[in-house]
C-alpha cells in the first residue's frame, strides 16, 4: 500500500474515533433529554463538558495536526469521494485551529453567565439585566468571527458554521423578496382566516392516545425503529448517535393535539434524513447533514407541504378518530385541514404558522446583522425588536418575554443559526415542486397513506449524500439553479388560496 | 496558594476528567442493555472500544505523568485524606503505566476471538474449541502478572485487581476451612431439604406484577429514585454513573417468581452502596467500592442474609399476594420461607443456592491458580472441572455446557474475578454478626418493612467511605479481627437447621 494509502486510512481512522466520541456525547445529551435520574443533571453538566473539553482537545491534538499536513499530499491521487473526505476533514480541524483554547474558556465562562442572566430577565420580564453581558458577548462574537475569518462581514463566518457556503450577500436578496411578498400576502389572508375554527385541536386528548399516535404516524411515515428509538420529553428533539440510531422525542400536552402531531412529524423527518445516510459514510465527518438549512428542509417538508395537505388530512383523520375515539366526531377532513393551516400572526416565533413564521427569522437576522457589524447597540435591540415587529407582523410585545427574551439561542451565544430555519423553507419548496412533478400519483399515495415514494425520492436527491454534497449541490441537481425565494412564495400564496376555497 | 496545594487540585481535576469519561463509558453500557436500537450494536462496540481506549491515553498521558510525579512532593503537607486520594491516583497511573498499550492491543484481539470460539464451543458442546484460545490467552495472562508485578504468585497480580491487599497466601486458609465444612454440612442438608415443595415459585408470573413488584421491592429496601432508575434487562447489572445517578436492572422470566425477586434485591444492595458513597468523594478514584467483594457483600447481605429470614417472608408474602392475586393463594410465610432457601446442589453456579455456591467458586478459584502457575494445563481443565465437581458436590457434568463452558468470564478474558463473589459472602456473614449485636430490634424491624436502621449502619460501616477504607480496614473497624470464614460458616450451619426446623 502506498504512503498515501495509509495517511487516507489513518485520517479515516481518526474521524472514525472523533464520530465514536460524538456518538457517546449525543447519548449523553438524549438522556439527558429523557430518562435521566432528577438528582444526576449538575453531574451530567460536568461530563457533556469534560467529554466536549476531549474531543476539541483531540481535534488540535498533535497526532491531528501531522494527519492535516499530509493532506494536500495525499489528494493527489485519491478519487473524487476520497477528496470531499479529506476536504471535510481539514475544514474540521482548521475550525478547531483557528480559535484559540483560551479564548474558548472564556467564551464558554460568558455564555454561562448568559444564560444566568437570560433566565433572571425572563423571570422579572426585564429586558435590562441580560443587556450588559449580552454586550459582552456580542463583542465576543465579533472577536470569534475574526478568529473564524470572513471576506465580507463578520456575520458570514457564523452563517457559513451552519450553512456552509452561504453569506449575507446571498441571504439578503431572498429574505427582502420573501419579506415584501409575505407582509403584503399577510394582508388579505389575515381577515380571510380569521373565522377559520380550530378549538377542537385544543380539547383533552390523552397522554395515552397521544403516544400511540406519534409512534404510528412516525412509523407510518417511515421511520425505522431498527434503527432507531421514540421517546417523550420535555423539549422535542432528534439526536443520531448514528444512522443505525436516530432517537426522536415529541412533546405532550394533553390540551393541544396539534402540538404532538406536528412536533412528531417535524422530528420525524429529521430522523428519516439521519437514518437515511448511507451506510458507507459511516463513522466520517460526512456522516452528517449537508447543513442546517438542509435538514430543516427535511423536517419542514413533511410537517408542512406534505403532512398540511387536504389529502394527510383525509388519510390521517380516521386514525386519529381511532387514537380519540370521544373527540372530533363531528369534525370533517375540510375542518381539519383549514384548521391546522389557519395563519394567525403570533408573537412568538414557536408558535407562528407557516406564513408568518419567516418574518420572525428574517427581524432576528437583521438585528444579528446589525449587532456584529456595530449598527445597533445592545442596548437599543428591545426597541428595534419591537419596531420591526409591529411592521412586519402588526404586533408589539407588552413584555420582552414576548420580545427579545423569547429564544434561547442568543443566551446560548448561538448567532447566525436562525437564517437556516427559514433557509431550510425555501429548499423545501423548491424540493416540494419537483418531487411533485416526479411523483405523479403523489396526492393519491398521501390520501391513502402510502409514503414510500416521497421517503425514496428524498432519500435519493437528499438524504443518502450526507455531507458529501453541499447544500447548493443538492438544490443545482434537483431545480438546475441555484436556491431562489420563489419556489417558496408560489408554493404559499396558492396554499393560502387553496385553504380558504375547501 | 502554595505549589502544593496546586498540584493536589490539578490531580483532582483530572481523576474529576476520568471519572466524567468512565460515567460516559457506564452510559453507553446501560443504554446497550436497556435501550439501544436493535441495528445499532456494531456501532455501540466502535464508541466503547474508542472511549475505553481514550481513557487509558488519558491515564498515560504526559499531563497524567507530570502530575504523578509531584504526587510524592504533594504527599508532604496533606491531610491523610488527601494523602488516600493521592494514593488512588498513583496506584491507578502505575497499573496504567505498566502494561504496554501494544500489549493491550495484542490482549484484545486474543479476548476478542477467545469470547467468538466460547460462542462456538457453547453451541457445538465442545469444549475442545475453545481450548486452544484459552491456552493462548493464560498465556498472555502469565506476561500480564508478570508486567503487573507480583510477590509470590502470579495470580496475586489479579486478585489485587479486584480484591486490593489479598492474595493466594490469605485466600488459601480461608477458602479450605469454608470448603471442608461445607462439604460436610452439605452431606446432612441435602436430605434433610430434599422434600421442601417450591414449584409454587415457578408458576406463571404476569411480567406487569413483576415489573411493579419490583420497583416497590426495590424502594422499600431503600434505593432513592431521584437518583436512579430502574430498568428491565436480558442480564441483570448495576452501572453507577456517579452515586447521584445509578442505575439497576432486573430480569423478568414469567415462570420463575423467585429469579426476579432476588435478582431485584441482589441489585437493589449493590445500588444502595453506590448511592451511599459520601458527596464530598464525587468525581474522585474514592467515589466507588472498595473492592468487588465488598460490592458483592452488599448486594448479599440484603439478598440472603436479610431477605431470606423468617421476617422478611412474613412481611413480603401478603404484598406478593398483592400483585398476584391468583398465584401464592395457600401459601404461608414459612412455606415461601423455606421454598426460598432449598438448599440443592447444581451443575450451574449461578442457580446455585446459598451454602453450595462457594464450593463452584472455590472449583474456579483452584483451577485459575494452577492455570496460571503452569499445575494444570488448558487440555486437561474439563476433566479437572468435572473432578472437582463430583468431589465437592457429587455432580457430573453431561456436557461443558453445564460444566467448564457454563461463565462467560474466562472468555472475557477475566481471570482472578471469581473469588470475590466468596470473599463477599464472608464479608457479609461478619457484616450481620455485628449488625444484629448493634440492632436488637431488627428482625421486628424487617417483619415490619422496616428497612431504614439497617441501610444506616451498612451506610456508616461501609457505604460512605467509598475506597477511602480498603475492605479490611472495613472488615477490621467492624469485628475487630482480619477477615475469617467462621462467621459464615457460624451464620450457614444455623440458618440450614432453622429451615428444618419451621
Given at each position: 500500500?502506498?504512503?498515501?494509502?495509509?495517511?487516507?486510512?489513518?485520517?479515516?481512522?481518526?474521524?472514525?474515533?472523533?464520530?465514536?466520541?460524538?456518538?457517546?456525547?449525543?447519548?449523553?445529551?438524549?438522556?439527558?433529554?429523557?430518562?435521566?435520574?432528577?438528582?444526576?443533571?449538575?453531574?451530567?453538566?460536568?461530563?457533556?463538558?469534560?467529554?466536549?473539553?476531549?474531543?476539541?482537545?483531540?481535534?488540535?491534538?498533535?497526532?491531528?495536526?501531522?494527519?492535516?499536513?499530509?493532506?494536500?499530499?495525499?489528494?493527489?491521487?485519491?478519487?473524487?469521494?476520497?477528496?470531499?473526505?479529506?476536504?471535510?476533514?481539514?475544514?474540521?480541524?482548521?475550525?478547531?485551529?483557528?480559535?484559540?483554547?483560551?479564548?474558548?474558556?472564556?467564551?464558554?465562562?460568558?455564555?454561562?453567565?448568559?444564560?444566568?442572566?437570560?433566565?433572571?430577565?425572563?423571570?422579572?420580564?426585564?429586558?435590562?439585566?441580560?443587556?450588559?453581558?449580552?454586550?459582552?458577548?456580542?463583542?465576543?462574537?465579533?472577536?470569534?468571527?475574526?478568529?473564524?475569518?470572513?471576506?465580507?462581514?463578520?456575520?458570514?463566518?457564523?452563517?457559513?458554521?451552519?450553512?456552509?457556503?452561504?453569506?449575507?450577500?446571498?441571504?439578503?436578496?431572498?429574505?427582502?423578496?420573501?419579506?415584501i411578498e409575505t407582509i403584503q400576502l399577510l394582508k388579505s389572508v389575515k381577515n380571510q382566516h380569521e373565522n377559520i375554527t380550530y378549538n377542537f385541536l385544543y380539547k383533552y386528548y390523552s397522554a395515552d392516545g397521544q403516544s400511540k399516535m406519534s409512534r404510528f404516524i412516525a412509523e407510518s411515515i417511515?421511520?425505522?425503529?431498527?434503527?432507531?428509538?421514540?421517546?417523550?420529553?420535555?423539549?422535542?428533539?432528534?439526536?443520531?448517535?448514528?444512522?443505525?440510531?436516530?432517537?426522536?422525542?415529541?412533546?405532550?400536552?394533553?390540551?393541544?393535539?396539534?402540538?404532538?402531531?406536528?412536533?412528531?412529524?417535524?422530528?420525524?423527518?429529521?430522523?428519516?434524513?439521519?437514518?437515511?445516510?448511507?451506510?458507507?459514510?459511516?463513522?466520517?465527518?460526512?456522516?452528517?447533514?449537508?447543513?442546517?438549512?438542509?435538514?430543516?428542509?427535511?423536517?419542514?417538508?413533511?410537517?408542512?407541504?406534505?403532512?398540511?395537505?387536504?389529502?394527510?388530512?383525509?388519510?390521517?383523520?380516521?386514525?386519529?378518530?381511532?387514537?380519540?375515539?370521544?373527540?372530533?366526531?363531528?369534525?370533517?377532513?375540510?375542518?381539519?385541514?383549514?384548521?391546522?393551516?389557519?395563519?394567525?400572526?403570533?408573537?412568538?416565533?414557536?408558535?407562528?404558522?407557516?406564513?408568518?413564521?419567516?418574518?420572525?427569522?428574517?427581524?432576528?437576522?437583521?438585528?444579528?446583522?446589525?449587532?456584529?457589524?456595530?449598527?445597533?447597540?445592545?442596548?437599543?435591540?428591545?426597541?428595534?425588536?419591537?419596531?420591526?415587529?409591529?411592521?412586519?407582523?402588526?404586533?408589539?410585545?407588552?413584555?420582552?418575554?414576548?420580545?427579545?427574551?423569547?429564544?434561547?439561542?442568543?443566551?446560548?451565544g448561538d448567532v447566525g443559526y436562525f437564517p437556516s430555519y427559514t433557509l431550510g423553507k425555501l429548499y423545501a419548496a423548491t424540493m416540494w415542486k419537483y418531487l411533485r412533478k416526479d411523483l405523479k400519483n403523489i396526492f393519491k399515495d398521501i390520501s391513502d397513506g402510502n409514503f414510500i415514494s416521497i421517503k425514496e425520492w428524498l432519500a435519493d436527491k437528499v438524504h443518502r449524500h450526507g455531507k458529501m454534497l453541499t447544500a447548493d449541490d443538492i438544490i443545482r441537481r434537483i431545480s438546475g439553479e441555484p436556491l431562489s425565494a420563489s419556489d417558496f412564495?408560489?408554493?404559499?400564496?396558492?396554499?393560502?388560496?387553496?385553504?380558504?376555497?375547501?
Amino acid at each position: 500500500m502506498s504512503d498515501n494509502k495509509n495517511y487516507f486510512n489513518e485520517i479515516l481512522e481518526f474521524m472514525g474515533k472523533i464520530k465514536d466520541l460524538r456518538s457517546a456525547l449525543a447519548l449523553l445529551m438524549w438522556d439527558q433529554e429523557t430518562y435521566i435520574p432528577k438528582g444526576a443533571h449538575t453531574s451530567r453538566a460536568n461530563q457533556i463538558t469534560t467529554l466536549e473539553s476531549l474531543i476539541h482537545s483531540q481535534l488540535i491534538s498533535k497526532e491531528a495536526k501531522n494527519l492535516f499536513d499530509v493532506v494536500e499530499k495525499c489528494k493527489l491521487n485519491c478519487s473524487i469521494s476520497e477528496q470531499q473526505h479529506l476536504k471535510l476533514f481539514s475544514e474540521e480541524l482548521e475550525r478547531a485551529f483557528k480559535i484559540p483554547s483560551k479564548f474558548i474558556k472564556e467564551l464558554s465562562i460568558v455564555k454561562s453567565e448568559a444564560l444566568d442572566k437570560w433566565k433572571q430577565a425572563r423571570s422579572e420580564s426585564n429586558y435590562s439585566i441580560f443587556k450588559n453581558i449580552f454586550a459582552k458577548l456580542i463583542e465576543m462574537k465579533i472577536q470569534e468571527a475574526e478568529f473564524i475569518g470572513f471576506k465580507e462581514n463578520p456575520y458570514d463566518a457564523f452563517l457559513n458554521l451552519y450553512e456552509p457556503g452561504s453569506s449575507v450577500r446571498m441571504i439578503d436578496p431572498l429574505f427582502n423578496e420573501l419579506k415584501i411578498e409575505t407582509i403584503q400576502l399577510l394582508k388579505s389572508v389575515k381577515n380571510q382566516h380569521e373565522n377559520i375554527t380550530y378549538n377542537f385541536l385544543y380539547k383533552y386528548y390523552s397522554a395515552d392516545g397521544q403516544s400511540k399516535m406519534s409512534r404510528f404516524i412516525a412509523e407510518s411515515i417511515g421511520f425505522n425503529y431498527i434503527n432507531g428509538r421514540f421517546d417523550f420529553s420535555v423539549h422535542p428533539i432528534t439526536l443520531a448517535l448514528d444512522p443505525k440510531d436516530v432517537r426522536l422525542t415529541t412533546k405532550i400536552n394533553v390540551k393541544d393535539l396539534r402540538l404532538c402531531l406536528f412536533s412528531t412529524i417535524h422530528e420525524t423527518g429529521h430522523g428519516i434524513y439521519e437514518q437515511g445516510i448511507d451506510s458507507s459514510l459511516y463513522r466520517t465527518f460526512a456522516a452528517e447533514a449537508a447543513s442546517i438549512g438542509i435538514h430543516e428542509s427535511q423536517s419542514l417538508i413533511w410537517e408542512n407541504m406534505i403532512c398540511k395537505t387536504l389529502e394527510f388530512s383525509e388519510w390521517v383523520l380516521p386514525h386519529l378518530k381511532r387514537f380519540f375515539p370521544d373527540n372530533l366526531k363531528h369534525v370533517s377532513h375540510f375542518d381539519f385541514y383549514k384548521a391546522i393551516n389557519k395563519i394567525q400572526p403570533s408573537l412568538i416565533r414557536s408558535q407562528s404558522d407557516e406564513l408568518t413564521y419567516n418574518l420572525h427569522i428574517i427581524l432576528r437576522y437583521e438585528l444579528e446583522n446589525a449587532l456584529l457589524n456595530n449598527k445597533l447597540s445592545v442596548s437599543d435591540l428591545q426597541e428595534a425588536w419591537n419596531e420591526k415587529m409591529r411592521d412586519y407582523l402588526g404586533l408589539i410585545p407588552e413584555s420582552p418575554l414576548y420580545g427579545c427574551l423569547q429564544d434561547i439561542h442568543w443566551a446560548f451565544g448561538d448567532v447566525g443559526y436562525f437564517p437556516s430555519y427559514t433557509l431550510g423553507k425555501l429548499y423545501a419548496a423548491t424540493m416540494w415542486k419537483y418531487l411533485r412533478k416526479d411523483l405523479k400519483n403523489i396526492f393519491k399515495d398521501i390520501s391513502d397513506g402510502n409514503f414510500i415514494s416521497i421517503k425514496e425520492w428524498l432519500a435519493d436527491k437528499v438524504h443518502r449524500h450526507g455531507k458529501m454534497l453541499t447544500a447548493d449541490d443538492i438544490i443545482r441537481r434537483i431545480s438546475g439553479e441555484p436556491l431562489s425565494a420563489s419556489d417558496f412564495i408560489d408554493y404559499i400564496t396558492k396554499k393560502c388560496d387553496r385553504i380558504i376555497e375547501n
